[in-house]
C-alpha cells in the first residue's frame, strides 16, 4: 500500500525518518519537516527560502513555469479586464468578488475613510521638503498604530475588517500628501464625489481648491484612460504570495505587533530596489541610455559577460515563461499610446529596447523578458507620474495583499513567531 510520506536517510548512520506530504490544491506539494530538528538535530538550509514553505494560505496562486496568477483562484487576466481595483479588495478581503450593493458600500466606506486626523498631518512638517515620499510614507503609516491603538487587539470578523478598510483608504491620502510635500505645496483633501483611484491623481495633480491645471480653454481634466489604467496598475500589484515584502509584514505579525506597523515594515522592505523599486530604476536606465541611437550599444553591454551593465524591468525569479502582469500592461501601454497620443523619446526607446529583446535568442534563452516592472515605469510616467512616487503606488496597490496576509496569519491557530535558523561557520 502506497504511502503519502517521504523517508529520508542519513547515509552517515543509517537511520531514517519518515516525513508526511502535505498535499497542495494547486502547484507544489510539501514534506512536512515541523519535527526535523528534534528528529534529526540537524537545520535545513534553504538561504532566501527558495524551497521553504512557511505557511499555508488561501489568498494568491502562482504557477511560474505556466505564467499563472490567480487572486482567491481567479486568473489576473479575469479580475484586471473585467474588474475594478475596488473589487479586488474585496474579493481578497471577503474571499469572493462582491454583489452590486456590496460594492457600492464598501466603495462608499473607504471615500469616507481616506481622511487624515488632524494629528497625523502635522507629522509631514517634521521632515524635510526634499524627503522622498516612501520614508515618509513609511513613518506616517506608523504613526497611524498610535492614533488607531484599538487595532492591536481584536476579537471578531468586524474588527478585522474595520481595520482593513482603514489603512486601504488612508494609504492613498498619506502618499498624495507625502509626495505634496515632498513638493512644497498645499496638500488636497479628498473628495467625496470621486473614486478611489481618480481621487489619489486628483490628490496628487490639482490645484488649492480642487481645481486642475488650467488652460486657455479652460481646466484640464483627468482622462478616464488615465484612472483605467492606474486602477489596472493597483490590481496587478495587490498581492503577490510571498514574496520579500509580505514575508516581512507576516515576520513583524508574528510578534504581536500592531498591524499598522506591520504594514509600515512591509513598506520599508518594498522601497528596496531589488523588490519594489524595481520600476522607478527602468526609467532612471531608460533616462541614461538616453537615445534611441544608443540602445543597440547598451544591448551589447547587456551581454557582454565581461561587462556590470544588465538590463533593468527583465525576468523574474518566479516567471520562468513570461510574467502574466507585463502582458496585460503591454496591452494597456498601446492604448495609452493610441488614446494619450504618446510618442517621446522615453516611449521610443523603451519600444525598441522591447523591439530587440524579444527577438534576441540571448534573451530569449535565458527567459529575460519584460516584467512587470518595465512596462509599470513606462505607463506611470506616460500618466505625467514622477519616478519619487513609483514605490509609493506600488504601496496602494498592494496594501491589500498586505494586511489580507496579516489577517490570515493572525487567524491561523499553528502560527508562531518566525525565527529561522542558521549554519554557523564563525570561531
Known amino acids: 500500500m502506497k504511502k503519502?510520506?517521504?523517508?529520508?536517510?542519513?547515509n552517515r548512520t543509517g537511520e531514517t525518518y519518515e516525513y508526511n506530504i502535505i498535499n497542495a490544491s494547486r502547484g507544489p506539494s510539501v514534506l512536512d519537516i515541523r519535527t526535523f530538528f528534534a528528529d534529526t538535530g540537524m537545520f535545513t538550509y534553504d538561504p532566501g527560502f527558495t524551497a521553504t514553505a512557511a505557511c499555508d494560505s488561501t489568498i494568491t496562486f502562482i504557477d511560474g513555469t505556466k505564467g499563472e496568477l490567480r487572486y482567491r483562484g481567479i486568473p489576473i487576466e479575469e479580475l484586471a479586464n473585467k474588474h475594478s481595483y475596488l473589487e479586488t479588495c474585496f474579493l481578497l478581503l471577503n474571499s469572493r468578488l462582491p454583489f452590486k450593493e456590496e460594492l457600492t458600500d464598501f466603495d462608499l466606506e473607504i471615500r469616507h475613510r481616506a481622511y487624515l486626523h488632524r494629528g497625523l498631518r502635522k507629522l509631514f512638517d517634521a521632515f524635510p521638503d526634499n524627503a522622498h515620499p516612501m520614508a515618509t510614507l513609511s513613518a506616517a503609516v506608523t504613526s497611524l498604530a498610535s492614533f488607531y491603538n484599538e487595532h492591536l487587539d481584536m476579537e471578531d470578523e468586524n474588527e478585522y475588517l474595520e481595520?482593513?478598510?482603514?489603512?486601504?483608504?488612508?494609504?492613498?491620502?498619506?502618499?498624495?500628501?507625502?509626495?505634496?510635500?515632498?513638493?512644497?505645496?498645499?496638500?488636497?483633501?479628498?473628495d467625496l464625489d470621486l473614486s478611489f483611484t481618480k481621487n489619489f491623481l486628483t490628490m496628487m495633480?490639482?490645484?488649492?481648491?480642487?481645481?486642475?491645471?488650467?488652460?486657455?480653454?479652460?481646466h484640464a481634466a483627468i482622462k478616464e484612460v488615465e484612472v483605467r489604467a492606474l486602477d489596472t496598475i493597483f490590481t496587478l500589484h495587490a498581492d503577490h504570495e510571498q514574496n520579500a515584502s509580505t514575508t516581512v509584514v507576516r515576520g513583524v505579525a508574528s510578534t504581536g505587533a500592531h498591524p499598522y506597523v506591520a504594514i509600515a515594515s512591509g513598506i520599508a522592505a518594498l522601497w528596496g530596489r531589488a523588490h519594489g523599486g524595481a520600476n522607478e530604476s527602468v526609467i532612471a536606465q531608460l533616462e541614461h541610455i538616453g537615445s534611441v541611437d544608443n540602445v543597440e550599444a547598451f544591448i551589447e553591454k547587456a551581454k557582454d559577460p565581461n561587462d556590470d551593465f544588465r538590463l533593468m524591468g527583465f525576468g523574474h525569479r518566479v516567471y520562468k515563461n513570461f510574467d502574466p502582469r507585463a502582458k496585460i500592461l503591454k496591452k494597456l501601454q498601446d492604448e495609452l499610446r493610441e488614446e494619450l497620443n504618446l510618442d517621446t523619446e522615453l516611449m521610443t526607446i523603451a519600444r525598441k529596447i522591447e523591439e530587440i529583446t524579444l527577438s534576441d535568442e540571448y534573451f530569449i534563452s535565458r527567459n529575460l523578458y519584460p516584467n512587470i516592472d518595465f512596462y509599470t515605469g513606462i505607463i506611470l510616467t506616460a500618466l505625467q507620474i514622477p519616478k519619487s512616487m513609483f514605490t509609493p503606488i506600488f504601496v496602494i496597490g498592494r496594501t491589500v495583499g498586505w494586511i489580507t496576509q496579516w489577517i490570515e496569519f493572525k487567524k491561523d491557530e499553528t502560527s508562531k513567531i518566525a525565527r529561522p535558523r542558521q549554519l554557523y561557520t564563525g570561531e
Open 205 to 218: 495633480r490639482a490645484y488649492p481648491g480642487g481645481k486642475m491645471h488650467l488652460l486657455p480653454n479652460g
Open 4 to 10: 503519502n510520506t517521504v523517508t529520508l536517510t542519513d
Open 163 to 190: 481595520m482593513a478598510h482603514r489603512i486601504i483608504s488612508k494609504i492613498p491620502t498619506i502618499a498624495a500628501f507625502a509626495y505634496r510635500h515632498f513638493l512644497g505645496i498645499p496638500f488636497i483633501e479628498p
